[in-house]
């Protein structure tokens, strides 16, 4: 585990900060910041904006802190990978948000296909897991989100789009993949593997099965890392 990169909190920077609740206990009681210490703040509303932070106080349920300085320092992949992924299981997907933060994948557009589950998506407990991320890996901007009825209406979309699927094509030059579509359990639908048979295809270099969520993570690694 390495050091703590930042907090993120409400508002926009001040002068002088009071943390309290868990900021505090997270700070003092796990991170044991003593008075004196720097730490790195950012927030909601000027993401792009990492304040330094001196600790002025430490009392029994707060700590005082004095601004040293700001600057903008945005933390982003330098490269754009846009993930259509059909829906699966929320909690399986929230298991690996943190990791798909920090490998700095740039948006997620969930997708109902034939065989998603029927479940339904909480973004704002996403950018709730996002932000746990963010905090610890310094990243300075969100995973954005959206959602499409089905596959062919994102398709129609973004008709540039690249299948992941089982098929005789090895991934080889993924620095050219921007946009990639990515099956629920149990695949494509015959009908969906139809529809997508002029879509350009691939998949890794493996004989494993891979669920959709590893399929995800082993994607977004293979490109952007």
């Known amino acids: ?3 703590l990169i930042y ?3 409400d508002g926009t920077p001040n002068e002088r900060v009071t943390l309290k609740g868990e900021n505090f206990k997270y700070l003092v009681k796990v991170r044991r910041h003593n008075v004196g210490d720097v730490i790195n703040l950012r927030y909601r509303e000027t993401l792009s904006t990492e304040c330094r932070y001196k600790i002025l106080s430490i009392d029994g349920r707060s700590l005082e802190l004095e601004l040293l300085e700001s600057h903008l320092k945005e933390v982003k992949s330098s490269k754009a990978l ?4 059909c829906i699966i299981d929320s909690k399986s997907i929230e298991k690996v948000l943190p990791s798909l933060s920090e490998i700095g994948v740039e948006k997620i557009s969930f997708i109902s296909c034939e065989r998603s589950q029927n ?15 963010m905090q610890q890996c310094g990243r300075s901007t969100y995973i954005e ?19 992941f699927d089982f098929c ?32 350009e295809n ?23 890392l």
């Open 145 to 163: 989100f959206d959602t499409y009825k089905n596959i062919n209406t994102f398709i129609a979309k973004f008709p540039d789009t690249k299948v």
């Open 82 to 85: 846009h993930i259509a992924w």
């Open 7 to 9: 907090l993120l909190l």
């Open 168 to 199: 005789e094509n090895t991934l080889k030059n993924e620095s050219q993949l921007r946009r990639v579509l990515i099956g629920c359990e149990g695949g494509f639908s015959e009908k969906e593997k139809e529809f997508l048979s002029t879509q």
């Open 202 to 224: 691939f998949r890794l270099s493996t004989p494993m099965v891979l669920r959709s969520e590893s399929a995800v993570m082993a994607v977004a690694s293979k490109i952007l």
């Open 1 to 3: 585990m390495g050091s």
């Open 119 to 133: 479940v339904k998506l909480d973004f704002k407990r996403f950018e709730r897991i996002l932000e746990a991320s």
